[in-house]
T-cell receptor, first 117, second 110 residues
Framework: SQTIHQWPATLVQPVGSPLSLECTVE??????LYWYRQAAGRGLQLLFY??????ISSEVPQNLSASRPQDRQFILSSKKLLLSDSGFYLC????????????????FGPGTRLLVL | QKEVEQDPGPLSVPEGAIVSLNCTYS??????FMWYRQYSRKGPELLMY????GNKEDGRFTAQVDKSSKYISLFIRDSQPSDSATYLC??????????FGQGTRLTINP
């Protein structure tokens, strides 16, 4: 079965510090990978998605960047955090067709709660 | 107008009640429709998945899609306190570009 990991679970960082959040997927090959941010009481905002190694699409111009150094690894980074970067960051994966006819949906990780002070 | 509209609630009902959650959308290209359940401080989990129009039932949960009206619903029968969560609708032409609703916060009171 497929599993997705995110770490750390919680992070408190000062304004101006760098950021690196990591996401890894197990049990599937060549997944599409996504980074979302969810502000308190609000919906999901798609930040980046990737269809393969080194292929990153940015949905919202901002202070963040993403990289995909390996097939099942997705990293969210920032050189200098802003107060507005606080939020709940979610990584997700999908594939074009799952074995056994399972739904072609996006599957989310547990999330990283980031607080910038 | 947003591509997907979902009443954010909050919605509070007594245990055992039937709950109806709804979303409307504007893009006729949407073919895949999903409902996610998100507990506080957790990632969303896929609850129901429907392709094109029709009904789908899974235990106490029923998902309905009416493409002619661009309207989807999730019904929860015999609601339990453990159903208390935020419910997100999501849809798209495929899994790659999903559009999410804002989420409805649901509380089931014992």
């Amino acid at each position: 079965s497929q599993t997705i990991h995110q770490w750390p679970a919680t992070l408190v960082q000062p304004v101006g510090s760098p950021l690196s959040l990591e996401c890894t997927v197990e049990g599937t090959s060549n997944p599409n990978l996504y980074w979302y941010r969810q502000a308190a009481g609000r919906g999901l905002q798609l930040l980046f998605y990737s269809v393969g190694i080194g292929q990153i699409s940015s949905e919202v111009p901002q202070n963040l960047s993403a990289s995909r150094p390996q097939d099942r690894q997705f990293i969210l980074s920032s050189k200098k955090l802003l107060l507005s970067d606080s939020g709940f960051y979610l990584c997700a994966w999908s594939v074009e067709q799952l074995a056994g006819g399972a739904p072609m949906a996006q599957y989310f990780g547990p999330g990283t709660r980031l607080l910038v002070l | 107008q947003k591509e997907v509209e979902q009443d954010p609630g909050p919605l509070s009902v007594p245990e055992g009640a039937i709950v109806s959650l709804n979303c409307t959308y504007s893009n006729s290209a949407f073919q895949y429709f999903m409902w996610y359940r998100q507990y506080s401080r957790k990632g969303p989990e896929l609850l129901m998945y429907t392709y094109s129009s029709g009904n789908k039932e899974d235990g106490r949960f029923t998902a309905q899609v009416d493409k002619s009206s661009k309207y989807i619903s999730l019904f929860i029968r015999d609601s339990q306190p453990s159903d208390s969560a935020t419910y997100l609708c999501a849809m798209g032409p495929g899994a790659q570009k999903l559009v999410f609703g804002q989420g409805t916060r649901l509380t089931i009171n014992p």
